[in-house]
């Protein structure tokens, strides 16, 4: 079931929330051996669904998700369960504090399942730098899950939950979803607390959901939103009801007179033949629906990954400093050595090697002499591609893009190539940048594998709502053209074998 008809079985009566998440539990317990999508299931979830069954008896007023189970990448912090952020350096570590997300999704009655397995630190497309192996794509086990939130998209597309969270800071929930057949959003940079969430690159980072369909993205997202102290990035905006966002683009006719953009020089090239006739497909599907398909020009849109891995390994080198041996986790001694020496020993010990290249590439672009050439340079192109957005939004309403170049790759594919692995996120890494929101929708099965691809739908900043309610009115035009309901679909490969 979908977390929106689960919250609707549990508000009548005819589930329980142990229920909903032993179904859960049992679901894990029988496929994620193969799928591998959590590095750590809670242990007292049952409880938890206990004391919101005991509640509900009471007759306490709880909100309108209360029992329904959630996955939780691991990336944020919690009291109750390890984090390790998919890293070594890690191992060991609990946190004093539940991540701002997790404290709002216990609020609101979510029942925590597990902590989902992602790229070390976030770092990779694919989910195979996880110092802990490996997600499979439910799809096929051979494929991967994309990355950083494999764990998340795995565990959503196989049905080991209804919802979860994760984060994006170049698409890490984006194109997972794309290869999944999941929905995931990123929402506008600063509409999400990002208090708890162990920082990859602090000026691109968000939470966001991951989910089967768009309402319950929504529904999630309502309760993950707002104001946050604790995040000095962190908007004071009121925000909207996404749910009634989705609700209504579901129901009415929100595709007329509305204007989308294309990227003219986003080309066909590079773009799997499959991804691109699903996208262009789904254009079609649109203007059949009175939209108005309308050309932009983004000429800075192609230097968008050149810039991201400047900026982002800047970040990161810096972020990633605390992991000492003193603060956190792992401490790897060496006697007689100077505490120069064990810090040494831990780092190397503790990060694997894509953190490695990020840090030496961070710190090489910010050292003395290089800075301007670099780190100045990548942060001038960041200001184009914003005013590349700001004079397309002056046209259109929404831009859309395949949500990335290609179906998913097998496992070991792109694993010596990270360039390649990059290249991934060509499409999705300009919305960080801007800090817009963007939303992947699944948009079909793609001819040549017969593997899922997604469609993303960009939105000015703070028109979060805008990309839920286009959104929920795509997924409801192409649900269709998949030959099936989608929830009908995505558990079969893995359950095959
Ligand atoms: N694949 C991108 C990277 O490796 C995205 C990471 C992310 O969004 N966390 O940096």
Not at 233 to 240: I, M, R
């Amino acid at each position: 079931m979908s977390a929106a008809d689960l919250a609707g079985a549990l508000a009548d009566g005819r589930i329980s929330s142990v229920e909903a998440t032993q179904a859960h539990l049992e679901r894990i317990a029988a496929v994620d051996g193969e799928v591998h999508a959590y590095l750590h299931v809670s242990d007292h979830a049952l409880d938890v669904a206990a004391d919101i069954d005991r509640r509900r008896a009471a007759g306490d007023d709880l909100g309108p998700l209360a029992g329904v189970p959630l996955a939780i990448k691991d990336v944020l912090v919690t009291t109750d369960m390890p984090t390790t952020s998919g890293s070594k350096i890690l191992e060991g570590f609990r946190s004093p504090y539940d991540a701002t997300v997790v404290a709002r999704s216990r609020a609101a009655g979510l029942v925590p399942l597990g902590k989902t397995n992602m790229a070390e630190f976030a770092m990779g497309s694919s989910t195979e730098h996880s110092a802990y192996g490996p997600t499979r794509n439910p799809w096929d086990l051979d494929r991967v899950p994309g990355g950083s939130g494999g764990g998340s998209a795995a565990a959503v597309a196989a049905f080991e939950a209804p919802f979860a969270l994760g984060s994006d800071t170049g698409g890490s929930i984006r194109q997972p979803a794309h290869v999944t057949g999941t929905v995931g959003l990123k929402p506008t940079y600063g509409g999400v607390s990002r208090h708890g969430a162990i920082a990859l690159a602090s000026s691109l980072d968000q939470v966001g959901p991951v989910s089967r369909t768009v309402l319950d993205s929504a529904l999630l997202h309502d309760v993950i939103a707002g104001h946050d102290p604790h995040d000095a990035t962190s908007l004071a905006d009121a925000w909207p009801s996404f749910a009634d966002a989705a609700r209504d683009g579901a129901r009415g006719d929100v595709l007329r007179g509305l204007r989308i953009g294309v990227v003219s020089e986003l080309p066909d090239s590079g773009v799997q033949p499959g991804v691109a006739s699903s996208f262009h497909a789904a254009l079609s599907a649109m203007v059949a629906q009175g939209a108005e398909l309308v050309d932009i020009s983004a000429p800075h849109f192609e230097y968008g990954v050149a810039a991201y891995y400047l900026i982002l390994p800047a970040e990161a080198s810096s972020n990633l400093a605390k992991f000492d041996s003193v603060r956190f986790g792992l401490r790897v001694d060496v006697p007689g050595g100077t505490v120069e020496d064990v810090m040494a020993t831990t780092r190397d010990a503790g990060f694997g090697d894509e953190v490695k290249r990020r840090i030496i590439l961070g710190t090489y672009a910010l050292s003395a002499g290089y800075y301007d050439a670099y780190y100045g340079s990548a942060q001038k192109v960041r200001t184009l591609i914003q005013q590349d957005f700001a004079a397309a939004f002056a046209r259109v309403d929404v831009i859309a893009t395949p949500s990335a170049p290609t179906t998913a790759f097998r496992l070991g594919e792109q694993l010596e190539d990270p360039l390649q692995m990059y290249l991934n996120d060509v499409t999705t890494i300009p919305a960080n940048l801007a800090g817009v929101p963007g939303i992947s929708v699944p948009s079909g099965l793609a001819g040549e594998d017969g593997l899922p691809v997604g469609i993303q739908v960009l939105a000015p900043a703070r028109e979060d709502a805008r990309l839920y309610r286009v959104g929920a009115a795509l997924e409801a035009l192409l649900v269709d053209d998949w030959g099936g309901p989608l929830l009908d679909r995505a558990p079969r490969r893995g359950e095959d074998r």
